[in-house]
């Protein structure tokens, strides 16, 4: 389930950069929290259409 898998690790996204790249938003920084290999950096990339999140891919 996914609430078992997410929620008890309490990590926190702290983001340091935010680029626009081939018609993205790309927004990167650590995640701590309490889980193996914390802290782990994360980049978020946006789809925007007509100023709303059309897709959302998170990479590692």
Same mark, same amino acid.
């Given at each position: 389930?996914? @609430?078992?898998?997410? #929620?008890?690790?309490?990590? #926190?996204? %702290? /983001?340091? $950069?935010?680029?626009?790249? =081939? *018609?993205?938003?790309?927004? @990167?920084g650590?995640?701590? *929290?309490?889980f !193996? *290999?914390? /802290? ?8 925007? @259409? =007509?100023?709303? #999140? !059309?897709?959302?891919? #998170? %990479? $590692?």
């Amino acid at each position: 389930m996914f @609430e078992e898998a997410v #929620i008890p690790v309490r990590a #926190i996204f %702290t /983001p340091d $950069a935010v680029r626009h790249e =081939n *018609g993205h938003v790309v927004v @990167e920084g650590p995640a701590h *929290g309490d889980f !193996k *290999g914390s /802290p782990i950096r994360f980049a978020y990339r946006f789809t925007l @259409e =007509n100023d709303a #999140i !059309k897709a959302l891919e #998170i %990479t $590692a």
